[in-house]
C-alpha cells in the first residue's frame, strides 16, 4: 500500500528552523515526483515546493522562495523541507504530496499532514 509519513512538525519561534521529512512506501520512490503543500485554516492549500525525480526545475512559491529547500534520498525513500527565517504567516498543515505513473494512468497521493506552527 502507498504511504506517505510526514514528521518534524512543531511549535518554532519566529526566525527559527524545522525540517519537515515524509517518508514514503509501496511505490517507485525515485522516479515519482515529490511535492510539499500546506494548508491555513480557512484557507486554501497551496504548493510550497516540487523536486521531480530527475531532469526537472524544482519549483518553489514565492513566499517561501530563499528560506525553504526541498530535498530527497532516493536510497532511503525520504524527502525532506527544510524550513528556515520561519514567519507566523508560515503557520499551516504541511502535507507530503507523491505523483508517479502505474498501469498507464497518473496517480496522485497525500500523507495525513504535519502542523507547523510560528509563534513567540
Known amino acids: 500500500q502507498v504511504q506517505l509519513v510526514e514528521s518534524g512538525g512543531g511549535l518554532v519561534q519566529p526566525g527559527g528552523s524545522l525540517r519537515l521529512s515524509c517518508a514514503a512506501s509501496?511505490?517507485?520512490?525515485?522516479?515519482?515526483?515529490m511535492s510539499w503543500y500546506r494548508q491555513a485554516p480557512g484557507k486554501e492549500r497551496e504548493l510550497v515546493a516540487g523536486?521531480?525525480?530527475?531532469?526537472?526545475?524544482?519549483n518553489y512559491a514565492d513566499s517561501v522562495k530563499g528560506r525553504f529547500t526541498i530535498s530527497r534520498d532516493n536510497a532511503k525513500n525520504t524527502a525532506y523541507l527544510q524550513m528556515s527565517s520561519l514567519k507566523p504567516e508560515d503557520t499551516a498543515v504541511y502535507y507530503c504530496?507523491?505523483?508517479?505513473?502505474?498501469?498507464?494512468?497518473?496517480?496522485?497521493?497525500w500523507g495525513q499532514g504535519t502542523q507547523v506552527t510560528v509563534s513567540s
Open positions: 523536486k521531480p525525480s530527475a531532469g526537472g526545475t524544482t
Open positions: 509501496g511505490f517507485t520512490f525515485s522516479t515519482s515526483t
Open positions: 504530496n507523491a505523483r508517479f505513473q502505474r498501469y498507464g494512468l497518473a496517480l496522485t497521493y
